[in-house]
């Protein structure tokens, strides 16, 4: 196979996809345009096809790491890099697709499960409001703050913003620890105790604050902090 660019248009990975949309497209399509360039004497869509051909199919190529992707004839740091990040952003997806859709939440490990892989290797605090709905179902996650190693100072007026936006019956506030640390610290205690006592006046409750640390979290409410 020659190169890419010899191709007709209409028969190029890009093209093709923005003339047919991504499900128009094969695996080994859809693989080349995350690769974007082959390697020598190789197309991009050469290289792609024998990823295909040696793991099978799309989702045994997922589960591989980066360091079994290098050892493929083609495949350098810049390319397996590449498909690694591409398989974990679409993994994160069908994770929250799922919980968005179908999942009612009722515990602080069924909020656990999403954030843990978004913010366990984070080297910066972030601060998440969970918007739920009167069935307890996600409705929509938005990040409002990004600090440095355990500093993100939030105020009530950013958080019920996103709230009444988004008709939330109740919240749900998330942060995580870069530090490693899952235990909240006086500030984040004090911020929570003001975050409930605005709650309650605008009549949209706190159902709990998460702190994200690693691969552990600690739950206010477990902690009768809330």
């Known amino acids: 196979m020659g190169r890419v660019k010899d191709l007709p248009l209409d028969d190029r990975p890009r093209e093709k996809l923005l003339l047919r949309g991504s499900q128009g497209l094969s695996d080994a399509e859809l693989l080349a345009i995350l690769l974007r360039t082959g390697t020598k004497g190789k ?51 069908a994770i929250q697709s799922k919980w968005f859709s179908e999942k009612k939440i009722s515990s602080p490990d069924d909020v656990a499960q999403i954030f843990l892989p978004m913010l366990k290797d984070e080297l910066h605090e972030h601060f998440y409001v969970v918007c739920l709905n009167s069935a307890n179902k996600i409705i929509r996650m938005e990040k409002i703050s990004t600090g440095n190693l355990d500093s993100s100072i939030v105020h009530p007026r950013e958080v019920f913003k996103v709230a009444i936006e988004n008709s939330a019956k109740s919240i749900i506030l998330v942060h995580n620890h870069p530090s490693g640390n899952p235990e909240p610290s006086n500030e984040d205690i004090a911020i929570t105790k003001k975050l409930v006592e605005v709650s309650k006046l605008m009549e949209i409750p706190v159902f709990d604050h998460l702190i994200i640390a690693e691969n552990h979290y600690t739950s206010f409410v477990q902690k009768r902090l809330i």
């Open 43 to 93: 197309s991009v869509l050469n290289v792609a096809y024998e990823l295909v051909e040696r793991y099978g199919n799309l989702a045994s190529l997922s589960t591989k790491s980066y360091s079994e992707l290098i050892k493929t004839n083609g495949i350098k740091r810049d390319k397996a890099a590449t498909l690694v990040a591409a398989f974990e952003l679409g993994k994160r997806t």
